[in-house]
């Protein structure tokens, strides 16, 4: 009976250590996990780390690059939530890998921190894809129990630049050819240009033309006593209008009589009766 409950009490606490053991899960990523660049661009990506609520207290790790599409200009481990660094970051150019390991003492880290942070240049257009290998993520558990899961690779695309089009250049002299001996230079038709509406001078009336049209001294309405308003279409004054009128009509009546007076003449003459001797 007692080696059944011990045998129990094994079982269970085996059992408990297993599950405890393999609810831990550690992972790695990056920020920003992907993005659109051009060549030329500089851009920073975190390393973060994410304990999923178990404490750690030691890492390491190797994060890859390709050197031929971007180069490291900078890394920093300031704000890292290592204390205590076995080997700081540090990059190589010639392989593309920055490695690292560090720790810091109990009770440990838990939670999502930051590693380190590098910034980046773009070389060639191309995909830029980054990850991390032979990483070991030790739980504070007094054992060391490498809790490391997975990471998330990052992934950016380079693009090259878009042309950028300015003024064409003059020609050197020494590119214009002189013209030939002998050679016309070639007429260069202007373009026809399509006729507009036809446009007439306005014509004023005589109140309002500018202009002395009776010659009287004053122009144009109000000065000149002859206009009504600005658009009367004559000058002359109205006693100079009544006077030619009566002047017209006595001058008819005048002609009429003369030439009732001279055909009366000449009917009591009676031309009729008169005879021309020839020569």
């Not at 214009?176 to 014509?203: D, F, Q, S, T």
């Not at 009776?214 to 009367?232: F, I, M």
């Amino acid at each position: 009976m007692i080696r059944r409950a011990a045998s129990i009490v094994a079982v269970s606490v085996f059992t408990l250590i297993f599950f405890a053991r393999a609810s831990a899960a550690a992972t790695i990523s990056f920020d920003p996990n992907t993005r659109a660049l051009e060549v030329g661009d500089e851009f920073e990506v975190t390393v973060k780390i994410n304990t999923q609520k178990q404490a750690i207290n030691a890492l390491e790790g190797v994060m890859v690059y390709p050197k031929e599409r971007v180069e490291i200009i900078a890394l920093s481990s300031a704000n890292s939530f290592i204390t205590v660094w076995a080997r700081e970051p540090a990059f190589n150019k010639l392989t593309g890998r920055v490695e690292f390991a560090g720790g810091l003492p109990a009770p440990g880290f838990t939670g999502v921190g930051e590693i380190f942070k590098i910034r980046f240049r773009g070389l060639r257009s191309g995909a830029v894809s980054l990850n991390v290998r032979n990483v070991r993520i030790l739980a504070n558990d007094g054992e060391g129990t490498n809790i490391f899961t997975s990471a998330k690779t990052a992934l950016y695309a380079i693009e090259e630049p878009a042309p950028v089009i300015g003024p064409t250049p003059p020609l050197p002299p020494e590119a214009i050819l002189p013209p030939i001996e002998g050679e016309k230079p070639p007429l260069i038709e202007a373009p026809v240009m399509p006729l507009g509406p036809e446009v007439r001078p306005e014509v004023l009336p005589s109140c309002a033309d500018g202009y002395d049209n009776d010659n009287d001294g004053r122009v144009d309405y109000p000065a000149d006593q002859g206009c009504g308003s600005l658009s009367d279409q004559t000058e002359t004054d109205p006693v100079s209008k009544l006077f030619k009128r009566v002047i017209s009509a006595r001058m008819s009546l005048m002609i009429e009589r003369i030439i009732t007076r001279i055909l009366a003449v000449f009917s009591i003459l009676n031309f009729s009766n008169f005879e021309f001797s020839r020569p």
